[in-house]
């Protein structure tokens, strides 16, 4: 029997990454907590279109956010939307993120995410109620400071299921 390669394992991987994530993305927190979580599904895909742009991309980025719209009761289309234009703007910066390093990586994370949520935050006040200010950040400030550590873990993990 044939051992699998890791070309074969990597999108089962791939696939199981971006649905934890997007069950880390729709657990539900105490009021007050919410604003702390960081932005799970923006990072892992931000990790894999930057690690696999190759494998993952526009059409996964739209696929997950229109599973988060149906999963979070949103108007659909608007996180398929957002993720998507993550995914897009990681395919036009992958050349220069591949060689940061990880500090700057995480200053660029921080400035893809925080500009998908400004603009989901300007979605908001066309589709429904709003409030300004800017605490609409703090989930990509928090997946800026994770990044180093996140991206440490699922490469080790990735090399790992690589030599098994």
Same mark, same amino acid.
């Given at each position: 029997?044939?051992?699998?390669?890791?070309?074969?394992?990597?999108?089962?991987?791939?696939? /199981?990454?971006?649905?934890?994530?997007? /069950?880390?993305?729709?657990?539900?927190?105490?009021?007050?907590?919410?604003?702390?979580?960081?932005?799970?599904?923006?990072?892992?895909?931000?990790?894999? /279109?930057?690690?696999?742009?190759?494998?993952?991309?526009?059409?996964?980025?739209?696929?997950?956010?229109?599973?988060?719209?149906?999963?979070?009761?949103?108007?659909?289309?608007?996180?398929?939307?957002?993720?998507?234009?993550?995914?897009?703007? /990681?395919?036009?910066?992958?050349?220069?993120?591949?060689?940061?390093?990880?500090?700057?990586?995480?200053?660029?994370?921080?400035?893809?995410?925080?500009?998908?949520?400004?603009?989901?935050?300007?979605?908001?006040?066309?589709?429904?109620?709003?409030?300004?200010?800017?605490?609409?950040?703090?989930?990509?400030?928090?997946?800026?400071?994770?990044?180093?550590?996140?991206?440490?873990?699922?490469?080790?993990?990735?090399?790992?299921?690589?030599?098994?």
């Amino acid at each position: 029997m044939a051992v699998p390669s890791a070309a074969n394992l990597a999108l089962p991987w791939i696939w /199981c990454s971006l649905l934890l994530a997007l /069950c880390l993305q729709v657990m539900p927190l105490a009021e007050g907590w919410q604003i702390w979580r960081p932005d799970w599904l923006g990072l892992m895909l931000v990790y894999w /279109c930057m690690k696999t742009p190759y494998r993952v991309g526009v059409f996964h980025a739209f696929v997950l956010g229109l599973l988060l719209d149906l999963l979070e009761g949103a108007v659909l289309g608007q996180d398929a939307l957002l993720l998507s234009l993550l995914a897009f703007l /990681c395919a036009l910066v992958y050349p220069r993120f591949r060689a940061y390093s990880l500090v700057q990586q995480a200053l660029m994370v921080l400035v893809l995410l925080g500009s998908v949520q400004l603009l989901e935050q300007w979605l908001r006040t066309l589709l429904g109620p709003f409030a300004i200010h800017l605490s609409f950040l703090t989930p990509s400030l928090i997946g800026a400071l994770l990044w180093p550590w996140f991206a440490t873990l699922f490469n080790a993990l990735g090399r790992r299921l690589a030599g098994d």
